[in-house]
Each structure stands twice: as C-alpha cells, then as structure tokens.
C-alpha cells in the first residue's frame, strides 16, 4: 500500500511560469520530507527537505510547502527553465524510522 | 558529486542464475542503501546497512541478501534470480540515518 502518493504522472509547463508538483502522504508520523529530481539514465539527486516543524522551505528557485493537517505537500518551482524536466520524487519518514518512503514520481516537462 | 560507483551497470541474467550487484563509496559515510525502482512504485527500499556487518531489511528484502564487509562497499545479492526481480536497482549512501541521500547511477537487470 502506497504511503506516499504523487498523483500526477506528468506536468508540462511553459518556461518562465510556476511549476507546482504534488505529494500526498497517508502516514500521520510522517514528520521529514524531501524532494528528489531525476534525469534518465541517471540516479536520483536530492533537492530540498523540510521537516514537520516548518510550512514552507525555500531554495532559490524551489519551495516546498507542507500542510499537516491535509497531509500534502508540494514543490514550486519558479520560474521554471527547461533544465527543470526531470521526474520528480517525494519521499517522507518518521523520526524514529529506518527508510524514506517514496511516491511514484511525477515527470515534469518544461516547453521553451 | 559523491563518490558512488555502481557495477555492473547493466546485466542480463537467466531465471534460477545468482546476482550480485556491488556498490563502491568514496565518501567514507556510515550507512548505504539498496533500493530498487518500478513503474508504478517509485523507489522501494530492499536493504540498508548502518555500518560494516551491520545491515537491517527495508519494505521489499524477500529474495534478496547483502554484505559489508568494508565500510566503501555493499553488495546486493539475488540467490536465485526471478523475473520479478527485473528492475533498476540504485545504491545510495548518507552520512545519518534519515537524512538525504547521494544516490549511485543504477544499474538496470533484466532477468529472462
């Protein structure tokens, strides 16, 4: 049973406008989260975290925001560049776990 | 980016046949994963270890076994390898437990 759910396979965006990717969690101890990007043929590379103590996590171009209480958090990335396509993972843990959880990755394409 | 090397990076292996992938680190970092990625699943975790000779199971471990015997190297092993196990199977290593994650470039096997 999936834990973590992007249900969102894709997203084509226009360069220059926001992307915003999805993660829904089901676990209530869920209380880390991160943000993996990955490119074909290579592996995963983390991108932005944020833990249950914050709503909103910013790096640059990316920001994750976290709604505990819907159990949903989701990634902006603005404004998005054509380097951005990529599929992108959340993951989630709980402090006292031992593995992330990953959804099923949403495949982002940004249309120059 | 983290010194993660992965081989073989692709096999093509016979039903019934033994497997081992091996996962080499530079990094000197205490834990390392096994994780393996499906269509439909995202990133499911097999096995990770904490340290040299110590490794714990993950979410999917059936069928699968793994060694450290040196704190660089953690070795994957289908005994007998089934068609269910063919997957792209990815190492990654971090320096805490729940943290993010240095991800290796995969290696794809296919089992006929």
């Known amino acids: 049973d999936q834990q973590v759910k992007q249900n969102s396979p894709s997203l084509s965006v226009q360069e220059g406008r926001i992307s915003i990717l999805n993660c829904d969690y089901t676990n209530s101890m869920f209380d880390y989260f991160l943000w993996y990007k990955k490119y074909p043929a290579e592996g995963p590379t983390f991108l932005i975290s944020?833990?249950?103590?914050?709503d909103k996590n910013e790096d640059g171009r990316f920001t994750v925001f976290l709604n505990k209480s819907a159990k949903h958090l989701s990634l902006h990335i603005v404004p998005s560049q054509p380097g951005d396509s990529a599929v992108y993972f959340c993951?989630?843990?709980?402090?006292?776990?031992?593995?992330?959880?990953f959804g099923t990755g949403t495949s982002l394409t940004v249309i120059p | 980016d983290a010194g993660i090397t992965q081989s073989p990076r692709h096999k093509v292996t016979e039903t019934g046949t033994p497997v081992t992938l091996r996962c080499h680190q530079t990094?000197?970092?205490?834990?390392m994963y096994w994780y393996r990625q499906d269509p439909g699943h995202g990133l499911r975790l097999i096995h990770y270890s904490y340290g040299v000779k110590d490794t714990d199971k993950g979410e999917v471990s059936d069928g699968y076994s793994v060694s450290r015997s040196k704190t660089e190297d953690f070795l994957l092993t289908l005994e007998s390898a089934t068609s269910s196990q063919t997957s792209v199977y990815f190492c990654?290593?971090?320096?805490?437990?729940?943290?993010?994650?240095?991800f290796g470039q995969g290696t794809r096997l296919t089992v006929v």
């Open positions: 944020i833990s249950s103590i914050k």
């Open positions: 990094e000197n970092h205490r834990y």
């Open positions: 993951a989630a843990s709980d402090l006292a776990g031992n593995q992330f959880y």
């Open positions: 990654a290593i971090s320096e805490r437990l729940n943290t993010e994650a240095f």
